[in-house]
């Protein structure tokens, strides 16, 4: 079975702060997927990020950066430089690679950036 | 861009009537899914269909059913829906089985008294 746990319910930042967002996971799947949701208070869901199992690569976009760690298990999430409008709730997210796309959700965290 | 549209955002039902939530796409994806999402238990499957007329059960298909005539809609139904069906639904689509990328709609917050 998959699990994906998200440990941080809620951060709160003041802006220009850095911040990361820890997501551990589960799998006994040898290939699958990773992402990063954004919800923000609109209530949206909006990807930000795939990884493939095999491609542990750190990926860096503007002020979001994802660090994949597959010895630990882990696909963590900073944002540089805290903006309020990235006060959202994050999902990480996993899926086997193939198949139908049964996605397991961690329960998110919700990120406050206080001006 | 892709669109996800839900038929409603709130909707409040009593307890014992039957509930029809409808999503729809319009960039001709394959494969569609409704969650619900509750607070400390994040997004959890209810039910996906990757075609016309095919479903699968999720993670908690409990009380609900689906419906898909058509490849661009996606309906949930509540036979009878009780309170402890209160929650966030949200309708997702991706394009192919092999493309991953979840497209979401902005959710249908439903009470039910």
């Known amino acids: 079975a998959q699990k994906v746990t998200q440990a941080q319910t809620e951060i709160s930042v003041v802006e220009k702060e850095d911040v990361t967002l820890d997501c551990v996971y589960e799998?006994?799947?040898?290939?699958?997927?990773l992402f990063w949701y954004k919800q923000p208070p609109s209530g949206e869901l909006v990807f930000l990020i795939r990884r493939n199992s095999f491609d542990e690569q750190n990926e860096i976009s503007g002020r979001y950066s994802w660090n994949f760690q597959k010895s630990t298990s882990s696909f963590n999430f900073t944002i540089t430089a805290s903006q309020v409008v990235d006060s959202a709730v994050y999902f990480c997210?996993?899926?086997?690679?193939?198949?139908?796309?049964?996605?397991?959700f961690g329960i998110g965290t919700k990120l406050q950036v206080i001006p | 861009d892709v669109k996800v549209t839900q038929s409603s955002r709130y909707l409040v039902k009593r307890t014992g009537e039957k509930v029809f939530l409808e999503c729809v796409q319009d960039m001709d994806h394959e494969n569609m899914f409704w969650y619900r999402q509750d607070p400390g238990l994040g997004l959890r499957l209810i039910y996906f269909s990757y075609d016309v007329k095919m479903k699968e059960k999720g993670d908690i298909p409990e009380g609900y059913s689906v419906s898909r005539e058509k490849k661009e809609r996606f309906s949930l139904i509540l036979e009878s829906a009780s309170t402890n069906q209160t929650s966030m639904y949200l309708c997702?689509?991706?394009?192919?089985?092999?493309?991953?990328?979840?497209?979401f709609g902005p959710g249908t917050r439903l009470t039910v008294t």
């Open positions: 997210a996993l899926t086997p690679a193939g198949g139908y796309q049964k996605v397991t």
């Open positions: 997702a689509s991706t394009l192919t089985t092999s493309s991953y990328e979840q497209y």
């Open positions: 799998t006994r799947d040898t290939t699958y997927y």
